[in-house]
């Protein structure tokens, strides 16, 4: 059964600090997904990593695809309080568009 | 504002109601998905619907009956649920494909239903 973990599960920070959330799997995917979801809505795709050793910026988050495929992190620059919500990545093997989601971490960020 | 929308946004129902979820999508897409959320499991994927096909049932009991009857929206009939299916319900949509596949397609989630069975 292939699973994404992702860590820290919970993670509480103050404005302006840095931090990077994991997502760790057994397996090989061929793309890979990050997602925010803030209380009450459903998850916002944040971005798609499909090469190993991608990275990619989104303002103050960057994102990288391990070399194997097995892994990616998240990383935000001097954390807003708006960046509160719960992270999740999502991995799809080769030939199928199903995604498998990881087990999230819930940020907090406070001002 | 996605263009997913989705209704009731919350549910209490007993254990021998039957209920529905609506999803309806303004974004011109023609696959649509359920997905659960429970609080310690990750998103599960429910069914998926390609031009109103379905194309994946996840091993989903059948106490839980979709319906997709045209492209913009997908229900979830619910009838004699148990507690533990307390969750939100999401649904999504993405372009989806009149060959049949669905890779790596970008999904739009809706708000969800937050759904809680007595």
């Known amino acids: ?111 | 504002e996605t263009g997913v929308t989705q209704t009731p946004r919350h549910l209490v129902m007993g254990m021998t109601n039957k209920k529905s979820l609506k999803c309806e999508q303004h974004l011109g897409h023609n696959a649509m998905y359920w997905y659960k959320q429970s609080a310690k499991k990750p998103l599960e994927l429910m069914f998926v619907y390609n031009f109103k096909e379905q194309t994946e049932n996840n091993s989903v009991p059948s106490r839980f009956s979709p319906e997709c009857p045209n492209s913009s929206h997908l229900f979830l009939h619910l009838h004699t649920l148990q507690p533990e299916d307390s969750a939100l319900y999401l649904c999504a949509s993405s372009f989806g494909s009149a060959a049949g596949g669905l890779a790596q397609e970008t999904q739009y989630f809706g708000p969800g239903t937050r759904l809680l069975v007595l």
């Open chain 1, 1 to 111: 059964t292939q699973l994404l973990e992702q860590s820290p599960q919970f993670l509480s920070i103050q404005e302006g600090e840095n931090l990077t959330v994991y997502c760790n799997s057994s397996s090989v995917f061929s793309s890979l997904q990050w997602y925010r979801q803030e209380p009450g809505e459903g998850p916002v795709l944040l971005v798609t990593v499909v090469t190993g050793g991608e990275v990619k910026k989104l303002k103050r988050l960057t994102f990288q695809f391990g070399d194997a495929r097995k892994d990616s992190s998240l990383h935000i620059t001097a954390a807003q309080p708006g960046d509160t919500g719960l992270y999740l990545c999502a991995g799809t093997t080769s030939g199928t568009y199903k995604y498998i989601f990881g087990t999230g971490t819930r940020l907090k960020v406070l001002a």
